[in-house]
């Protein structure tokens, strides 16, 4: 189905390429704990798009020059401060009358979905979605696929990478990540909690969150970055 599929497994792998590294590619980010989540949440519940940031300080400018544009975002899982929202899927479930679009900054999501911009497409993903980007990516043309897992600061992330795998095993795509998926389904949520970015919300009194992120199949909707900004294709 695809020529090669590749996955990258923390910031070191996916921010030394360079752009040209991404052209022709289909690349999948996923950053289950939360940004990616709470991207397809908030398009699924009414967000017209998304606009994904490395740098709080860019957000910040480009929502005061947008009309209807929400400042979204956290750093090490703490709200922003002077931000209207942190980086719970929680806070998107209704969306205010005053806006349409979200200016959303993270501390490891947005920061990937940036660094992979040169890309023939980018899809983001999350278990929410994740059996409806198997679908698309099933429907479309052959191209190299690359597996971004975000990462929990520098370092690899646990539910990215199983999450991936999940995708490889929906795709029906031999990779060493179809096993650690299938060592942990059957509790996925002891594996995340022990992960160091569910260890963290767990500290932050973010249960809450886990446990969202943690559904499978909520949605059916393929979110993508086109020109810039995330909206549902």
């Given at each position: 189905m695809f020529p090669s599929v590749r996955?990258?497994?923390?910031?070191?792998?996916?921010?030394?390429?360079?752009?040209?590294?991404?052209?022709?590619?289909?690349?999948?980010?996923?950053?289950i704990l939360r940004a990616t989540s709470t991207i397809v949440t908030a398009l699924a519940n009414g967000y017209?798009?998304?606009?994904?940031?490395?740098e709080v300080a860019a957000a910040q400018r480009y929502a005061a020059d947008h009309d209807r544009t929400a400042l979204a975002g956290e750093r090490d899982g703490v709200p922003q401060s002077g931000f209207r929202y942190g980086n719970s899927p929680?806070?998107?479930?209704?969306?205010?009358?005053?806006?349409?679009?979200?200016?959303?900054?993270?501390?490891?999501?947005?920061?990937?979905?940036?660094?992979?911009s040169g890309a023939r497409q980018i899809i983001i993903a999350s278990l929410l979605n994740l059996t409806a980007v198997a679908d698309f990516l099933r429907r479309g043309p052959d191209s190299s696929l690359?597996?971004?897992?975000?990462?929990?600061?520098?370092?690899?992330?646990?539910?990215?990478?199983?999450?991936?795998?999940?995708?490889?095993?929906?795709?029906?795509?031999?990779?060493?990540?179809?096993?650690?998926?299938?060592?942990?389904r059957d509790d996925l949520r002891r594996a995340f909690c022990v992960s160091k970015n569910g260890r963290h919300l767990l500290e932050i009194n973010l249960a809450a969150d886990i446990d969202w992120c943690l559904q499978r199949d909520k949605y059916v909707i393929v979110p993508r970055l086109v020109a810039g900004v995330v909206k549902n294709s």
């Open positions: 996955v990258y497994y923390a910031p070191a792998d996916y921010e030394n390429q360079t752009a040209g590294h991404w052209r022709g590619r289909t690349v999948v980010v996923f950053d017209q798009s998304v606009r994904c940031f490395r929680g806070e998107f479930l209704s969306k205010p009358a005053s806006h349409d679009h979200l200016a959303l900054t993270t501390t490891n999501g947005t920061r990937a979905i940036e660094s992979v690359a597996l971004i897992c975000s990462g929990s600061g520098e370092d690899f992330s646990l539910e990215d990478a199983i999450a991936a795998g999940a995708l490889l095993v929906e795709l029906n795509v031999d990779h060493p990540l179809t096993s650690l998926y299938i060592a942990n």
